[in-house]
């Protein structure tokens, strides 16, 4: 993108802002993992703002900052640049992750496997240290590790609760950017004519 995602706006509000705000009503506390120094927890009620606790480590990385700094058994692990993620599906995953005593639940999408959208037990951490530890930044690899209990939601269990799969689009190329400027658009247009027609 040529610069942090951090900087990125989508309609009038920062990309990362809209997981916080879609997610923030489930939860009692939400953790930004950040390493730039671009965002502050400010006056947010129950946001903290971390860094790695391993340095350029990817995606396992910050889940394993932002696992190590929560107190909370089962925690929803989202990137930062999914501005359309669903809080039913979200719910559905956390409560059955809870009830089936996961220690991660992640979405299979016809193969595609969506860490990035997905439940973690505190006891994911230690397994994450000891990955990063030994050099090995790929998150898969927890997901093959044989102390964690590891479920899986595949396409039609997500449809039930995000019949497009909005929840695992992601910024990643200026076209993404432009494509989620029009359908935040298009949404925005759709709500103002429910308010009309309604």
């Known amino acids: 993108m040529g610069l942090p995602k951090y900087y990125l706006s989508v309609g009038d509000s920062r990309l990362y802002e809209y997981p916080l705000r879609r997610l923030g009503p489930l939860y009692d506390r939400q953790i930004i993992v950040e390493n730039k120094g671009l965002i502050e ?25 932002g696992l190590k700094s929560s107190d909370a058994l089962l925690n929803m692990v989202v990137g930062a640049d999914m501005p359309f993620v669903s809080a039913a599906l979200a719910q559905a995953m956390g409560e059955r992750a809870l009830m089936q005593d996961l220690d991660i639940l992640v979405p299979d999408i016809d193969g595609l496997l969506e860490p990035l959208f997905s439940v973690y037990s505190s006891r994911v951490a230690v397994v994450a240290g000891r990955l990063l530890t030994s050099g090995i930044c790929g998150v898969r690899a927890l997901f093959q590790n044989e102390s964690l209990r590891v479920g899986f939601v595949d396409r039609t269990y997500c449809e039930h609760y995000d019949e497009c799969l909005l929840s695992f689009f992601n910024v990643n190329t200026p076209d993404d950017l432009v494509l989620a400027q029009q359908i935040m658009q298009a949404r925005d247009k759709s709500a103002q004519e429910e308010r009309v027609c309604g």
């Open 41 to 65: 927890a400010g006056d947010e009620q129950g946001r903290l703002v971390v860094r790695d606790i391993i340095a350029n480590m990817g995606p396992l990385g910050g889940i394993y900052s």
